[in-house]
């Protein structure tokens, strides 16, 4: 009853399916039939090789075979030319090698297509088994994309195992570095012990020798800087005798001394001469001209003086500001170390401190200004207040 009750548009549909699915089997068996005949004719080959080969090993075995009789069995033969026979039958050994090596090669490198072959329909089923629907999953992951991302991936691990070592080798090293740092640290507090042990034990204040070392640098600064200073006054003390000399022999030998140009000049003296009828009253004689002469080498040694003066005050500005840095750094590594804090603080330690006032006036900053007799010396300003007056 219920097959005479369907429709013949079922009945239709069924036959439909049913031709769909004996083609499918037609095409089935065609394509079964092409691959069968491809298996045969890669067997057929297979042998031929397989023959092939069983033969030239039995020549390649006859070959050797009639080397060794000849080598073995005559026993006349010079040594020069059995080594020639060696080195022939280990040249032959290497090729043979070599040649086996290359098949190898192949038979791995057919191996490897194959599994990446097997590997890339594995991944494809996965796929659409994943989505259920086979044109979803060729259009959303095709081949090349997939294999792109596997690259990916392998990449991203070998990056990531490689970032791993580099990190316990950088953990390393910084524990290597922690432990010299610490054997420094104990080597150090043991010199200073061992210093003040020599010093004097005072157990109160222990030497630091950071501290000496920089106390050294800025006392051998200053000492240069004080041995410059007095080279200059010397040089001025021997200016100012050779002007002396001058007056007493200009007076010991009766000459005028119209001029008070010797060389050494007071500011009271320029003026004198710059006023002197506005300076235009000078006769145009060897003896006022000379006088210029003078009067122009004395400011150009004066200029030269303030000019070294200058120097010298920069150069001590220079040796103090890096001792007020020296000090600013060893206070910064103690404040970090916890050796000294800031007063009103809940811990503070001083170290080093000097405790003499004479100490505390070497420790604070100050300007070296040489004593100079600076009435005596003509300045620039000096010589154009004289003008304009």
């Known amino acids: 009853m219920q097959l005479s009750k369907r429709s013949e548009g079922d009945w239709q549909g069924l036959v439909g399916e049913f031709l769909v699915c004996k083609r499918k089997l037609e095409s089935k068996k065609e394509a079964l039939l092409i691959l069968s005949k491809e298996l045969d004719t890669c067997q057929q080959e297979r042998d031929q090789y397989k023959l092939m080969a069983n033969q030239l090993r039995e020549h390649h075995q006859g070959l050797k075979k009639k080397y060794r009789e000849l080598i073995d069995g005559d026993p006349s033969l010079p040594p020069e030319k059995r080594k020639q026979v060696n080195l022939a039958q280990l040249l032959r050994d290497s090729r043979e090698r070599a040649k086996q090596l290359a098949e190898e090669v192949k038979e791995l490198t057919q191996r490897l297509t194959e599994a990446q072959g097997d590997n890339k329909l594995l991944r494809m089923t996965i796929t659409r088994q994943r989505l259920g629907d086979e044109d979803v999953g060729a259009r959303h992951f095709p081949a090349h994309e997939r294999e792109d991302l596997v690259l990916q991936l392998e990449r991203a691990g070998l990056q990531m195992e490689e970032m791993e070592h580099n990190v316990k080798a950088v953990t390393d090293e910084l524990q290597d570095v922690k432990a010299e740092r610490s054997v420094f640290r104990e080597k150090a507090d043991r010199l200073n012990v061992e210093l003040n042990h020599i010093l004097g ?189």
């Open 201 to 389: 034990n005072h157990e109160a204040r222990i030497i630091d020798v950071d501290a000496l070392c920089m106390e050294n640098k800025y006392l051998h600064e200053r000492f240069s800087q004080l041995q410059e200073e007095v080279n200059l006054l010397k040089s001025n003390i021997m200016k100012y005798k050779t002007a002396l000399e001058r007056r007493k022999n200009s007076s010991t030998y009766g000459k005028s001394y119209s001029s008070p140009l010797t060389g050494v000049l007071s500011a009271k003296q320029v003026q004198d001469m710059l006023l002197e009828e506005q300076g235009c009253s000078l006769p145009a004689t060897p003896q006022s001209i000379s006088d210029l002469k003078s009067l122009a080498t004395a400011l150009l040694e004066t200029i030269h003086e303030k000019n070294l003066v200058i120097q010298h005050q920069r150069h001590t500005n220079r040796i103090l500001g890096n001792r007020v840095a020296d000090l600013e750094r060893k206070l910064k590594t103690l404040e970090v170390s916890g050796l000294w804090s800031l007063p009103g603080g809940s811990q503070v330690k001083v170290l080093n401190l000097p405790h003499t006032k004479k100490q505390q006036q070497e420790a604070r900053p100050h300007l070296c200004i040489p004593s100079a007799p600076l009435n005596d010396m003509l300045t620039p300003l000096t010589i154009r207040a004289c003008v304009h007056s």
